[in-house]
């Protein structure tokens, strides 16, 4: 039962877990199964692939039963990240470019849990800035840092907001975005912080500092639900996680309200 603010945490956790498991919601067979969205973003990366450069095959190498963390529902499908995502890291801005005002930069620092902290920033002048279109980043775009992409208080990642705009992806910190929309941006987010991911990565050591990589995670094995199943993962998710919410909301009264009757006792009993 829920009754501290560390088992509502897990609660969380657990409901994460259940949503990308496909143990939420319900299969609908109207739903487009996911094959058809593994074509498409298969279809997507070799139209994209670069000239003189093979495009990538589809699936990239086979999941291996090892890897499969449970057994798929109906019109799931197993994959690589490789094969439903892109990855872009971020471009290794010189400091000296670095001014007071301008477009901001984001760098690990500003990438907390689910949003975006510009209290210590670094910008270049928006003339530099056009120059790096490439890494200019869009509303919606997830991002994770790649240095000590985990700390206490869990995974280091964020959804871009257009309040965030303009900025450019600093060398570090990465965008994660799917191949032919075939991955709903809060269902992604979702599985990013759920187990199945976090307990997935090693962050190494590199002069003392864990990282990961994006060749890493992209290699990793993905359970691809049908899109509109996501969806609805993604609303179910967002409510019950309001209800955890909620739920320490007053445990934090409850805990106040119990500290201030006590005082008053006490004052009461020494006076």
Known sequence: MATTETSIDALKQTVLQLGVMGRLVSQLSSDEP?????????????????????????????????????????????????????????????????????????????????????????????????????FELQANDVVLTLDRPIISTGLKTAIVKE???????????????????????????????????????????????????????AKMAFALPPLAEQRRVVAKVDELLTVCDHLKLRLTQARQHHEHLASVLVEQAVA
């Open 34 to 134: 996911a094959a058809a969205l593994l074509d498409r973003a298969t279809r997507a990366q070799q139209l994209q692939a670069k000239p003189g450069r093979s495009a990538k095959s589809s699936p990239s190498s086979e999941v291996s039963e090892a890897e499969k963390f449970f057994d798929l529902p109906a019109g799931w499908v197993w994959t690589r990240k490789s094969n439903v995502l892109h990855f872009l890291n971020g471009y290794a801005f010189k400091s000296e470019w670095f001014k007071p005002e301008g477009t901001r930069l984001l760098r690990n620092v500003n990438v907390g849990h689910g949003s975006i902290d510009w209290k210590e920033s670094a910008s270049i002048s928006p003339v530099q800035a056009a120059e790096f279109g490439e």
């Open 163 to 217: 309040s965030d705009l303009p900025c450019l992806l600093l060398q570090r910190v990465a965008k994660i975005s799917a191949s032919a929309d075939c991955i709903a941006t809060g269902y992604l987010f979702i599985w990013l912080n759920s187990r199945f991911f976090t307990e997935s990565i090693d962050p190494g050591r590199s002069n003392g500092v864990p990282h990961i990589s994006t060749t890493q995670v």
